[in-house]
Structure formats: C-alpha cells, structure tokens
C-alpha cells in the first residue's frame, strides 16, 4: 500500500524509480512513496570525526617525520547540488566506507603539504600548515558533496630525534640568556644594593642630626614649659587654699543661719500648736454651747409664734361665732396665757439643763483628750517629794484634777453654773 517516508534532521530520504525523471531529494522531512515501483534510501548528515595519520614523511629538507591530524567532515544537506553529487558517490554506502574515502582524500593532501614544506615551518607555525590542508582538502570533498568542517594538527614527531635537537638548542639557548641575564641582575642588583645603602648611611647621618637637634629643641622647651607649670600651679594652689578656706567660713556662717532659722520655725510651730488648742477647744466646747443655745431660743420663739398663731386662728373662729361666745373664748384665752407663760419658764429652765447636759456629754470627750498624750509616751518619769501619792494614784488624780476644773472653765464660757444646775436638778427630784 502507498504511504509516507520519513526521516530524521540529520537524514537526507532519496527517492527514485516509476513517474520520476530525476531522483527526489529529501533532507529531513517526508516523501508520498509508491511501494514496489519506487525505492525510498537514506543518507546520513551526521559530522564524522576523522583521524589523518602520515607517518614517516619527507620533508622538503628531507627529514622524515610523523604528522597525525583531527579533522570534522560532514554531507552538505543545504546544497541542493553538493547533496546530489554525495548522493551520485555514497548512497547506498555504509558511515564507515564514507569515512574511509574522506579519510584517504584528507591523508594524501597532508602528505603533499608536509612534502612542501619544513619540518621547522611544520612545527613553529602550525596555524599555517593547518589552513593549507583545509584549503587543498575543501577543494576535492566539495565535488564529492563533503564539506570539511575543522582540520587542526595533534602531533607531530620523528624518529630520528630531529624535533628533540631543535628543542635542545633553543633550550641551551635560554638557559645561556638566562644565565646572562642572572649575572646582569646579580650586578645591577649589587651596584643598587651599595647605592641604597650609601644613601641609607647618608640618610641616617642626617636624620640623626634632625634627631639631635630636636631633641635640644623639646628639651628647652620642656624645661621652660615645665617652670611655667610650676608658678600656675603654685598659684593654683594658693588659690585653692584661700577660696576653700572662704568656702569654709561660709559653710559655716550657712549653718549657724540654718539653725537660727529652725529655731524660729520651732517657736512658730509651737505658737501654732497653741493657737489650735485654743481653737480646737473654742470649736468643741464654746461654739457648740452657742450652738445649741441659739438653737433652744429659735425653738422657743418657733413655739411662740406657733401659739399666737394658734390663738389668732382661734380668736377668728370664735369671733365668728358671735358674740355669744365671747366669754368662753375670754376665759380660753386667759387659761391659754397662762399655759404660755408656764411654757416660757418651762424653756427656759430647759436652756439651762441643755447646756448642763451637753457639757456632761462632752465632760467624757475632754478627759479623753487630756489622757491622750499619755497613751503616746513609752516612759513616764515621776519625782515626788515624799508627802503625795506617786505611780498610777498620782497620774489619775493628776487626770482627775484637770477635768474637775472643767465646769469652771464652761461657766466663764457660757456663763451656765453647772454644779448649782446640778444640785437644783436634784433638789426638784
């Protein structure tokens, strides 16, 4: 059955036989084939590595030598008419039998170039030699359909130790100028080494002069600076030890000012501590028994005004009530009159048991006061002179003593004798 023939990038697919008047030549792709009355080859395009070997080759000088070179070849696939001629020579052919024929081409043109030419000019200027055979070679493969890719030499050598000769006398040859150049360095370098230490000798003089003289030079300065130092630095401290010794005496003058002045912060404080006693006892004895005094007035008045008020209402009620009523109304007025001033001396007698009553309530809050400071002291120290009672006796009584003389400070406060309110109290009990 007909069908499509392919080959590779680096195939070159040739087709011949029926319908056809030339082959069709197909490098990497497909072709339309008709089986059994056309014939599909292929044809390769890969680079092919070749190694030349001329051994034992006469050179123009007559000296045989063996050259060995690396050349790339390839079947040009992008000339239409190379690849037709590669076709014409090598298909059907085996890689190996086209390598022999481009191998044998390349070899008898190395040979004819290394003929042409010294074994000196073969060694020295390899480059030159190269582009020759390339050259020459180029020009028989491109009618086969082969291009020469690279030709380049790897080895040349000889048997007769030709090469080895030339390597020995330019070696003796370097080393004799290196040998030359050594003794004109080891003399250059001698002839520099005197002059450096010629002038290091010199430079050394000088600078031990430099040396000396500036030596001299920091002495006397030194010497200079160092009694400049001296007189600053007496005087520093001579004017150190007089300003310490003002600081001294104004430390303590600062001193004796701060005494003075905690000493009248003592007198202040404890003039203040007087001033809220006598304001502390004003506050909780005199100012309340005002206090309550003026409270006890206003009540009164209060309760007057309430009864006029009262009695006027009354006496408005009566009167409209005719005047047939007027005589009970008279004799109501009389009885409540006289209620009235029962009640004024009853208010009154009250002020005073009042005030006798919040003197007894506050006698308790005194005699605390007075036993506080006590309870604040860890040692009590007592001296006697043998006639009263000492320890606990003497401290109560002492307590007892300085609240017995409280009704006496109320009555100049109030004018209110409590001790004849007490006994009227218990007279009328």
């Not at 190694?51 to 696939?77: D, R, W």
């Not at 040396?211 to 006397?220: C, N, P, S, T």
């Not at 404080?269 to 006598?278: A, C, D, H, S």
């Not at 005699?367 to 604040?376: F, I, N, R």
């Amino acid at each position: 059955m007909p069908g499509f023939v392919t080959c590779g990038p680096n195939e070159a697919l040739v087709v011949s036989g029926c319908c056809l008047l030339n082959p069709t030549i197909v490098p990497g792709g497909r072709v339309f084939v008709w089986p059994l009355i056309q014939r599909a080859q292929k044809l390769t395009l890969n680079t092919m590595t070749l190694t030349i070997e001329s051994p034992k080759v006469y050179t123009q000088q007559g000296v045989p030598i063996s050259v060995t070179g690396i050349a790339q070849v390839k079947i040009q696939g992008q000339n239409m008419e190379m690849l037709r001629s590669a076709c014409e020579q090598f298909l059907g052919k085996t890689t190996k039998q086209i390598m022999n024929i481009a191998k044998e081409t390349l070899e008898g043109h190395q040979r004819a170039i290394m003929c042409t030419m010294s074994v000196e000019e073969i060694y020295k200027d390899r480059k030159k030699f190269s582009k020759q055979v390339f050259e020459v070679a180029s020009s028989d493969l491109i009618n086969m359909g082969i291009t020469v890719v690279s030709y380049t030499i790897k080895d040349i050598n000889d048997d007769q130790g030709y090469l080895k000769s030339l390597g020995m006398a330019r070696t003796a040859q370097v080393k004799r100028d290196a040998r030359i150049g050594e003794a004109e360095a080891r003399r250059d370098s001698q002839i520099k080494e005197a002059l450096a230490e010629e002038e290091r000798m010199a430079a050394r003089y000088v600078n031990d002069t430099e040396i000396a003289k500036a030596q001299r030079d920091f002495e006397l300065k030194k010497a200079a600076y160092d009694m400049e130092v001296n007189t600053k630095k007496a005087e520093s401290d001579l004017a150190f030890n007089l300003q310490a010794a003002k600081t001294r005496q104004k430390i303590k003058e600062e001193q004796m000012q701060v005494k003075v002045i905690e000493r009248a912060q003592e007198i202040q404080v404890q003039e203040q501590e007087i001033l809220r006693k006598e304001k502390e006892l004003e506050a909780t004895v005199r100012r309340p028994a005002e206090a309550e005094k003026y409270r006890l007035e206003k009540l009164a008045e209060a309760n007057r005004n309430r009864v006029i008020m009262e009695a006027e209402a009354e006496a408005e009620a009566i009167r409209l009530r005719g005047e047939a009523e007027a005589f009970a109304v008279e004799a109501k007025a009389k009885a409540e009159a006289e209620q009235m001033a029962k009640k004024a001396d009853a208010f009154k007698e009250y002020r005073e048991a009042a005030m006798v009553d919040m003197v007894l309530d506050t006698l308790p809050k005194i005699a605390a006061e007075v036993a506080a400071p006590l309870t604040q002291c860890n040692k009590v120290v007592m001296v006697s002179d043998g006639k009263s009672d000492i320890g606990a006796a003497r401290l109560t009584g002492e307590v007892l003593d300085i609240i017995a003389k409280v009704p006496h400070v109320v009555t100049k406060l109030t004018g209110v004798n409590i001790t004849n309110s007490l006994k009227i109290a218990q007279a009328t009990m």
